[in-house]
């Protein structure tokens, strides 16, 4: 393995606090007249991509916003309930830029670009201020200022919150942003119409082929520049939080156009998600992280014990979260909170003997009483009954860690530009600022960090440094991949095999949940790569793909995108087998410590791994970025 | 449980649709409704059968994409709830189920359930935003919203713009929703320097688009899954009378 001259990140130098500030003055810019003249393409319309394209069509560019849902408004960042971080120190609880900043790395576990994260730091502070002056109605004192509270892996209160629908309310700001400059004229928005191939013209990104999802047309739209803000890819788990249409389509087929993916099996499993309740179940919900805020995390102490909740005494109860981490406490990271629940039920001693433990507000409604813990949480306590029928001011509620984000994604440069000119990445699709594990509350920091605040500067560096020739869909290139999308949406449509694409899709989820989920093993993971490839090649021959191209029709529309899965599960699984360390969410077996924590090995492995497609049976290269930390010490994570 | 299912089938906006009847088996009491529609459509589908096609995305109740009219009643009988939070729980075997897309003349039927809300975008368009460019804010904490005030613009802020409230109204008005997001911002400070010109505009728009009027029947209330106030039409009322008499 040896670095690659390829994978420069073009940070500026200097010192750690002036570097976005330099990076600004030296960009280039864009003169007002001519912003206008320029096509920039943004796919996405979620936190990242509609805060991007409001911004970019109020700087006078020429924007077209593509969304696979029917409104840009129902993007999956409105599923997002805690909330967002912002080192405003409003609490005057010591909090500043450099200590989010430290946080964030570390959570992380010091696999993440310290100038990224530097940078997301500095700009948290002016989200904050935009999303109350768009209207955002976050939580507020009696004193009319803005509330805060407490999420993991900090020991700070930074978290601003609108009760729990945070990515609502922000989303639904950057949405009237948006629509704002639909009216301008500015944005053309294009909903119901899914991205299925980029289009690369002289090894410049230059376009994207789209299908309508409603008439079934495909069409190439050209432009200078493209982003690409499609969200993550914990769908290939079949289960997880996020919503039925998320997918990796657009940044896996731009992956197949040569960008590369960097640290696929960077996964987070969310350790309070409602479990699993029967073979049916088409997707899991998420307690938010807040809850635990409030909420004790325990499970019986006795191995066997299937004693429902209320039966067990006080004695019985391991509260195992505060005795093991007592100056965190029910505050540790996701992939720390999830590791030690899945080593209470693999110990035998889930919740009344399931894959769970308990989340108990016992003693919160008896501190603050029960109407302070509804004014705060009582929609997701109402969602929590809603799915379970069972109340959770009285029973405690059950809980299961299930996939919920993923930190791996196209990599970037610090510009946010992949390895594609003209091709950039922004929020949860690209691999950005959070390592190998995300701090909650941090989602949503990084995705309208990148849309509001840095993609704006930096596309306009890149078109101002020009060279871009006019191209026209007449462009052999152009009408080549246009073709290539209209050839596999035939191929698939010819399938009668009478398997249906969920079965495959369900198989897929399990395969990568036993082997590539919380707890990764090299015999697993190449076991893993075989099951893939074998099921993968049965989907080609077997599955069934009903009704026609010329149409509405989501059979289709899952088709290509369980095709993908089936491609990106195998990449996901090889990237878990040569990262031979445990990092964050990455836990390899053989090697942890000995009170089984997650054991880095930064002498082999302190890098990221990206890895460049050779064809679809072809093993992809693997390239590195070695990670250099020179604003915070590399040490073993503790949250003891 | 088993149901039998009476389902809305439309090729395509031009087409005219149909009830076709399906057999729900072996239902969970424990399944979401629209599980209860997946298990329905993955026997079709296995028979090389087109699915019912509908809306639905986040399946937690908040991004608003799934509607239905089940029984006549927009998101089914449980109140607050929207479709995809309804469980097989709130039915019994044997009963009998009509499913319809929402319907109204401005929410043109695309397929089967699925629907063309896109005039609720064109009216949110028209001014339901604070104009503010990026970057241009000043400090968070300099201007303090009192309490009540910020609880209760969260209240309306809190639509998630599903259609319920027209599909529910004999009018199709859009009343609800564009009260809501007038009512949301016009009760903060920074809602204020637009207020007037906002609510002529949303008004105008929601007419151009063949929303009905309100006749104060609150039929929306009752279907609203996130249970907005009617208080919100009043509030746009009012907007709308002093906006007019002060020729914007």
Redesign the interface.
Known sequence: MSSSPVLNAREPSGPIEKRWEDYKFHTKLVNPANKRKYDILVVGSGLAGA?AA??LG?LGYNVRCFCY??????A?S??AQGGINAA?N?QNDGDSIHRLFYDTVKGGDFRARESNVHRLAEISV?I????????V??????????DNRSFGGTQVSRTFY??G?T???LL?GA???L??M??AGNVK?H?RTEMLDLVVIDGVARGIVTRDL?SGKIETHLGHAVVLATGGYSNVFFLSTN???CNTTAIWRAYKRGAFFANPCYTQIHPTCIPV??D????L??MSESLRNIGRVWSPARTGDKRAALQIPEAERDYFLERKYPSFGNLVPRDVASRNAKHAFDDGRGAEGMEAVYLDFRDAIARDGKPAIEAKYGNLFQ?YE??T?EDPYSVPMKIYPAPHYTMGGLWVDYSLMSTIPGLFVAGEANFSDHGANRLGASALMQGLADG??VL?QTIGGYLASGGLNKVSTDHPQAQQTQRDVEAQLEKLLGK?G??????FHRRLGRIMWNQCGMARNREGLLGAIEDIRALRERYWATV?V??SQG?????LERAGRVADFLELGELMCRDALTREESCGGHFREEHQTAGGEAQRDDERFCHVAAWQYQGDEATPNRHIEPLSFESVKLVQRSYE | MNLTLHVWRQADRRSGGAFATYEARDISEHMSFLEMLDVVNEGLEARGEAPIAFDHDCREGICGACSLQINGVPHGPDKGTTTCQLHMRSFRDGDTLVIEPFRAKPFPVLRDLVVDRGAFDRIIEAGGYISVRTGQAQDANSTPVNKQDADEAFSYAACIGCGACVAACKNASASLFTAAKISHLGLLPQGQPERHQRVLSMVAQMDLEGFGSCTNQYECEAACPKEISVSAIARMNRDFVVASLRGR
Request: aromatic share 8%; no cysteine.
């Open positions: 805060a409001a911004t109020e849902q029917d409104s840009p408004r129902r999956h409105i599923a405003k409003y002016n904050i201020d935009q999303a109350v002056a768009q209207g109605p976050f939580g507020r004192e009696y004193g009319g200022l803005l609108a009760r629908q990515g609502q309310q639904i949405y009237q942003a629509e704002k639909v009216h928005m909903p409603v919503a039925m249409g309740k029967g049916y179940q088409s997707k919900t998420l969602m809603k799915i029928a509001y605040f704006p009668r009478g398997e249906t694409i969920d079965s069934s009903t009704g149409s509405l029709n989501q059979v």
